[in-house]
C-alpha cells in the first residue's frame, strides 16, 4: 500500500493531528501519545490493510504497520505540522498511571535509537565473525574504524539518550545531550587518572566512567527537565535563548558528577545484582519465565522495563535476561513456519506466514508473526509459551548471556555465550514450534471445519446459477451458494474501497470491482428486494436467503439518479444474468466520482464463510463469492 495514503489514514483514524501531543517510532511501530484515546477509531485501525494491529500500553497507541514504519514515519513528519512543533501535554482528562507514565518515557527514550543500537550489534556481531574465521584480525587498522563504528553509539549513549529523553520530557535536547556529553568530556574523564575521588567547590565528588550508562542520564534528565521549565518560568523572555542553557548546564554538570551519577549507577548496579541473584538462584525457572512470556511481555509493553538493565549488564560483561528472552523469538518463527507447512489450501495464509517467519528469521523482527499470526489463531498460544519456555530453561541453566545489543535472528548468533549452548537453545525452541504446529495445527475446531469444507467444495461440481447443495454426513451439514460476478472488470479487496463504510466491514464481506463496462446484471436467481430512486445501488435477495448489495460508484448518490438506467423494479423476479442497471462510466467518472462497486453480502438466514475469488480481473457471470 502507497505509504503516503497510510501515513494520512492512520492520522486521521487516531483522531486528527489535533489529537497528537507526540510521536516516534520503533522497528515495527507507530507509537502515538494521543490527547484523547476515545477518539481515535481503533477498530477501523485493526481492519486497514496496512494496519497489522493496534496496541493500547504504557500510555501509548501504538500502531503496529511492519517493518516499512519508518517510511511511514518519515510521510506522516512530511505531511503534518505536529512533529515539527513543541507540543504542550495539555490536561485531557485520561488519568495514566505512574508505571505506565515510566514505561512510556524510557520506550519513547529508547525507540528512536533501536535501529542504530540494533545496526551497531550486528555490525559487532561480523566483526565476531570475521576474527573467529580469521579472515579479518583484531589488531588491524580495519577492524579498528569498523569496531569504532560499532562500539560508538553505545559508548556514547548517555549523549543519545540525553538528547532522546530531552525530546520526551519536553525540555532542549540539545542541553540534555550536552549534560551527557560533559560526564564523557576528556577534561572530566581525566581526572579518573588522579584516582577515583575529587571535589567541587569542596564538595567530595565520586568519579567514575559514565560511557555505555543508562540509569544516571535518565535520573539526570528527569531533573533538568523540571530545571529548564522552572527557569523559564523566572527569566526573561528576551534572557532564556542563553540564560536558561547556561545555569542549566552550571547546575545539573556538577549535581551529575557529585549526586545524579553515582547514585543512577548504584541504582543500576543493584537491580542487575538483584534479577541476577533471582537467576542464579533458579536459571531454569528464570528460563522458562522469561521465554515462555516474553511474546506477551512485548504486546503489553512491560519489555521495555528490561531495557535499561539490559544495557547495564552489556557494560558490565552480558546479559542473561536477553539470552533466556530470545527463545521466545525464535518459537514464534518456529510457529510461522509450522503455519506456513500445515495451511496448504490457504495462498494468502502461507504469504503471510512465510514471508513474517522469514523476516524473523533474518532480521529478528517477528511483531508481524505475533499480530498476524498468534493472536489471531489462538490455537498457537500454548505452543509458543511452551517452545519459549524449552528454549529459555536450556540458556537459563547454562548462563548464555547475550553480549551486544542486537535483534536476536541468525546473524546474531555469536554474540551469545557459550554460542553452541545457544544454538541448542535455538534449535531446540524453533523446532518444538514447528513440530507442535504441525501436530496440533493453528485453528480451533471451528476454524478446522472451514478447512475441510473448503476441500469438499474444491472436490464438488460447479454448481449451477443460484442453486444451493446440502451434503449430510455424520458431523456436519454443508450448504453452498455461489454468488456470480454481476460486472466484467479487475478485481479490488474490500479494504482498499476508499468509504469506511465498505472497507472497514461494517457492510458485509464481500468484493469490489473495478468495471470495465456500464453493465450490472444479476449475480444469482432471486428477487429485487430493493433498488435505491437514484439508480446507483440495488438490493437482492436469492431463493437460499441470502441478500446482495451492489453498490456502483462511491459517493455516487450525489449525482440524483444521472447516468445510471435500472432496467428492472423492486419485486422482480430475476435469474441469474438478467440485466438490472446500466450506467456511463465516463459521465460519472468526469463528474468527479469512482465508479469501484463493492458487491457485499449483507444478510444470510444462517451463519456462512465468505470465500473470494483468487482472480485479478472477472467476467460478468464467472464466480465472483462462494458461501458455505
Not at 385 to 392: L, Q
Amino acid at each position: 500500500m502507497d505509504n503516503r495514503k497510510l501515513a494520512d489514514d492512520i492520522v486521521r483514524l487516531v483522531g486528527g493531528e489535533e489529537n497528537i501531543n507526540d510521536l516516534v517510532h520503533c522497528a515495527t511501530r507507530l507509537r502515538f501519545s494521543l490527547k484523547d484515546t476515545q477518539k481515535a477509531n481503533r477498530e477501523t485501525l485493526e481492519k486497514h490493510e496496512g494496519v497489522i494491529t493496534v496496541v493500547e500500553s504504557g500510555g501509548q497507541f501504538q500502531v503496529v504497520v511492519g517493518s516499512h514504519v519508518a517510511n511511514v514515519y518519515a510521510e506522516i513528519a512530511k505531511n503534518t505540522g505536529f512533529l515539527n512543533k513543541t507540543q504542550e501535554n495539555s490536561a485531557t482528562g485520561q488519568k495514566v498511571s505512574a508505571v505506565s507514565k515510566v514505561f512510556e518515557v524510557i520506550s519513547g527514550s529508547f525507540s528512536p535509537l533501536i535501529p542504530v543500537m540494533a545496526g551497531a550489534g550486528m555490525l559487532k556481531a561480523l566483526l565476531t565473525v570475521l576474527t573467529l574465521a580469521g579472515w579479518l584480525s583484531d589488531t588491524s587498522d580495519t577492524y579498528l574504524i569498523l569496531s569504532a563504528a560499532g562500539n560508538a553509539v553505545f559508548y556514547f549513549l548517555p549523549i543519545f539518550l540525553g538528547i532522546t529523553l530531552g525530546i520526551k520530557l519536553k525540555a532542549n535536547p540539545y542541553v540534555a545531550g550536552a549534560i551527557g556529553a560533559a560526564l564523557m568530556e576528556p577534561n572530566f574523564t581525566g581526572l579518573l587518572d588522579k584516582g577515583t575521588e575529587s571535589s567541587f567547590l569542596g564538595i567530595p565528588v565520586v568519579l567514575m566512567n559514565y560511557s555505555s550508562s543508562v540509569f544516571p542520564i535518565f535520573i539526570a534528565i528527569s531533573i533538568y527537565a523540571v530545571l529548564d521549565k522552572f527557569l523559564k518560568k523566572i527569566i526573561l523572555k528576551d534572557l532564556q535563548v542563553f540564560l536558561v542553557p547556561m545555569l542549566s548546564l552550571m547546575i545539573m554538570v556538577p549535581l551529575s558528577a557529585i549526586a545524579f551519577g553515582p547514585f543512577g549507577t548504584s541504582v543500576g548496579d543493584w537491580i542487575a545484582s538483584g534479577v541476577t541473584w533471582l537467576i542464579d538462584v533458579s536459571g531454569i525457572l528464570s528460563g522458562i519465565v522469561l521465554g515462555g512470556g516474553m511474546t506477551f511481555m512485548v504486546v503489553l509493553g512491560l519489555h521495555w522495563g528490561f531495557t535499561p538493565i539490559t544495557l547495564q549488564n552489556i557494560n558490565n560483561g552480558g546479559d542473561p535476561i536477553e539470552a533466556m528472552a530470545a527463545a521466545a523469538v525464535f518459537a514464534q518463527i518456529g510457529v510461522a513456519l509450522g503455519i506456513f507447512l500445515r495451511a496448504k489450501k490457504d495462498k494468502s495464509l502461507r504469504s503471510i506466514a512465510g514471508s513474517s517467519g522469514l523476516t524473523g528469521l533474518l532480521a529478528g523482527v517477528t511483531e508481524p508473526i505475533v499480530y498476524g499470526l498468534i493472536l489471531r489463531y489462538k490455537r498457537v498460544i500454548p505452543i509458543v509459551i511452551i517452545a519459549g519456555a524449552i528454549g529459555g530453561a536450556i540458556n537459563g541453566h547454562f548462563g548464555v548471556k547475550y553480549t551486544a545489543y542486537v535483534f536476536h535472528n541468525i546473524f546474531s548468533i555469536p554474540v551469545e555465550k557459550p554460542t553452541g549452548i545457544f544454538v541448542i537453545s535455538m534449535i531446540l525452541s524453533m523446532g518444538v514450534g514447528l513440530l507442535l504446529t504441525l501436530i496440533f495445527g493453528y485453528e480451533s475446531k471451528g476454524k478446522a471445519r472451514t478447512a475441510e469444507v473448503t476441500e469438499l467444495e474444491q472436490a464438488q461440481p460447479v454448481l449451477q446459477p443460484a442453486q444451493s447443495e446440502t451434503k449430510s454426513g455424520s458431523s456436519m451439514d454443508i450448504q453452498k451458494e455461489q454468488i456470480y460476478s454481476p460486472l466484467a472488470g479487475r478485481v479490488v479487496p474490500l479494504s482498499s474501497v476508499t468509504d469506511e463504510a465498505f472497507s472497514s466491514g461494517a457492510m458485509g464481506k464481500g468484493l469490489a470491482i473495478m468495471p470495465g463496462e456500464g453493465v450490472v446484471v444479476a449475480p444469482m436467481d432471486g428477487v429485487v428486494t430493493s433498488l435505491f430512486p437514484t439508480g446507483h445501488a440495488i438490493g437482492i435477495t436469492s431463493n437460499a436467503g441470502t441478500d446482495i448489495l451492489i453498490h456502483i460508484g462511491i459517493n455516487t448518490v450525489s449525482l440524483k439518479g444521472k447516468f445510471f438506467n435500472p432496467v428492472v423494479k423492486e419485486g422482480d423476479v430475476v435469474k441469474q444474468g438478467d440485466v438490472l442497471i446500466e450506467f456511463d462510466i465516463e459521465q460519472i467518472q468526469a463528474a468527479g466520482y469512482q465508479t469501484v462497486t463493492p458487491v457485499i453480502v449483507t444478510l444470510t438466514q444462517k451463519e456462512v464463510e465468505v470465500f473470494e475469488t483468487d482472480k485479478a480481473s472477472v467476467k460478468r457471470n464467472e464466480v465472483l463469492l462462494t458461501l458455505i
